[in-house]
């Protein structure tokens, strides 16, 4: 069995104490029947109500207010690690944010969850493209399972994204949007023919230069992006992050007028970070786009990228124009948390909106620009 995963896996390393979140902060952590059953003996009578049910009968362990795990001591150290060791803990809560994504024809996917700053991190300091290895596993944690013959067939498209993503000398914008367009065809046309046509780089070079002609002016983009972020913060503010809820408040009091020059001298810092940001998509396409839904998926990523990007401005602003490197992987985190534990709640709601038009392809378009 050899082991296929994006290079920059290798040199993780928790930092431990000098990160701002915990692994659990902010996630419904599933865990699995033993430890649910293992846990529920060793607590009960300390911890009442510290799981729930899912619709389908998976476990979870249910967070308190701030979406902070129960199992937390008030130093944030994990009771159930220091009073029983790591091998109480469930098979999630060991090996995050290490992900095992399955194995097919002895070939085994292995990533690691964009939702942690040291991965962050990672992904910052790697140069693009980022390169995929293939070797033997060293890990004992690793269990093999097989991916099902949807994920198999969808082998071809995931990384037919990611090779869409990683297109030399193209605008980040322009690699973002071809992925969503691509996803979107996926669904309606036939897969072979879309597949030559997003393999055919002169095909590619036309459509990005078409796409270059459109365009809003800073007034509307503003509004799009301030209507995305006030209606999933009503939608979905857990509360647990520091940047979100000061921002919101500061947000109140701008006016889209006075802010073109700051916007322009903000993209300056934003196409500095494409590299992250490409990096950051490679990685989140590779781990999530194998379940039969690419266009929901991708629709995430892009919610993701564009509600970071906003957010980012945002607080760079609210700093007095800086930003600091731990700012912005938090910030980061924060979406990619957002966007990884509640996927299905999150295109539940995209969709909701779509009668305001802000996830719709030209809206997109016009905020990746
Ligand atoms: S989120 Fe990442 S860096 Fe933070 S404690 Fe967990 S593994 Fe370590």
Redesign the pocket.
């Given at each position: 069995m050899k082991m296929f995963r994006p290079e920059f896996v290798d040199e993780f390393q928790?930092?431990?104490e000098r990160?701002s979140?915990?692994?659990c902060s902010g996630w419904d952590v599933i865990i699995d029947c033993d430890t649910y059953n293992n846990n529920k003996q060793l607590y009960e009578d300390i911890e009442r109500d510290c799981f729930f049910d899912a619709e389908d009968g998976e476990h979870f362990i249910k967070m308190r207010e701030k979406a902070v795990c129960p199992f937390l001591n008030e130093k944030g150290l994990c009771k159930i690690v220091m009073e029983h060791g790591e091998d109480a803990l469930s098979h999630t809560c060991k090996i995050?944010?290490r992900m095992i994504m399955g194995s097919y024809d002895e070939v085994l996917e292995y990533s690691v969850d964009n939702g942690?700053?040291?991965?962050l991190d990672l992904l910052r300091r790697f140069q693009t493209p980022i390169k995929f290895n293939l070797d033997a596993p060293n890990d004992d944690e690793i269990v093999d399972f097989k991916y099902s013959d949807e994920k198999v067939e969808h082998l071809i498209y995931r990384n037919q994204m990611i090779d869409l993503l990683q297109i030399p000398n193209m605008p980040l914008w322009a690699r973002l949007y071809l992925i969503y367009d691509f996803s979107t065809q996926l669904e309606n046309f036939n897969h072979p023919e879309i597949l030559q046509k997003y393999n055919d780089v002169q095909w590619l070079n036309d459509k990005c230069s078409q796409l270059s002609f459109v365009n809003a002016d800073f007034g509307t983009k503003f509004m799009l992006y301030r209507m995305l972020f006030d209606l999933y913060y009503k939608y979905e503010n857990q509360g647990y992050d520091m940047y979100i809820v000061k921002l919101k408040e500061f947000c109140n009091g701008l006016c889209a007028d006075d802010l073109l020059p700051d916007w322009k001298e903000f993209e300056k810092i934003w196409e500095k970070e494409s590299g992250f940001i490409e990096n950051f998509c490679v990685n989140s396409v590779f781990v999530q786009s194998l379940d039969g839904e690419p266009q929901k998926n991708i629709l995430i990523l892009l919610f993701e990228v564009i509600q970071m990007r906003f957010v980012l401005f945002l607080w760079w602003l609210y700093c007095g124009k800086t930003l600091s490197d731990t700012d912005m992987l938090n910030i980061v985190c924060y979406y990619a948390r957002a966007a990884g534990h509640g996927r299905g709640k999150i295109y539940q709601w995209l969709n909701m909106n779509r009668d305001y038009d802000i996830m719709k392809k030209g809206a997109v378009l016009v905020m990746l620009k």
């Open positions: 928790c930092i431990a990160c979140y915990t692994c995050f944010p942690c700053p040291a991965v």
